[in-house]
């Protein structure tokens, strides 16, 4: 006989696992150093500062008020996105108490402070900073950026859509077979 069937109780540690993964992400997009690069490499830029390889001077973007507000608002999504992994830990432990709405909806706020600052740094950069005549290249780093805040975006719509199946995480419920033999 076969059965195939859809255990909630253990795909439900997935979704930490999934921000686990949107932690290291940002941890690689903060302290990468390959944000922006030249086509030519003579130049390229992190959140942090903008080199000139031929020279080896760097220049700080915390200069600006806008690499202050980029990196002040990924830091604080970094942070509230950390808070979200622990407490995911205790919503999915602890089932009784009603933690996973308010994940999602925290998920949410580092999403949108997220998507501020990855649209911000490129349009500064390009306005303030952008010298030479060469195309700059946006690079893997702001990628990895990019990359948490859509593990985030996922991760809040999952956990704000968890208690809809709370039975299902809990295991009051028959589990479900796609197929059945008689």
């Known amino acids: 006989m076969f059965k195939c069937g859809i255990a909630y109780p ?4 997935i979704l930490p696992l999934l921000l686990l993964c949107a932690i290291i992400f940002d941890i690689i997009a903060l302290a990468g150093q390959g944000w922006v690069e030249t086509e ?4 390229y830029a992190s959140l942090w500062y903008k080199c000139m390889t031929s020279t080896n001077a760097c220049t700080s973007i915390m200069d600006y008020s806008w690499g202050k507000a ?5 830091i604080i999504g970094f942070i509230i996105l950390i808070l979200c ?5 205790v919503a999915l432990c602890v089932p009784r108490i009603p933690l996973l709405r308010i994940i999602g909806f925290l998920l949410f706020v580092a999403v949108i402070l997220q998507i501020i600052a ?14 030479s005549l060469e195309s ?30 709370e039975d299902e995480l809990l295991g009051n419920v028959k589990t ?6 008689s």
Do not use: H, Q
């Open 10 to 13: 253990r795909c439900k540690w």
């Open 40 to 43: 030519s490499g003579k130049e």
């Open 70 to 74: 980029t990196a002040a608002l990924l």
């Open 85 to 89: 992994f622990l407490l995911s830990f």
């Open 118 to 131: 990855l649209v911000i740094y490129p349009v500064k950069f390009t306005a303030d900073l952008a010298m």
């Open 136 to 165: 700059y290249l946006y690079s893997w780093t702001y990628g990895f950026g990019w990359g948490s805040t859509i593990i985030m975006f996922g991760c809040g719509v999952f956990f704000c859509c968890l208690p809809n199946f």
């Open 176 to 181: 479900k077979y796609f197929y059945t033999s």
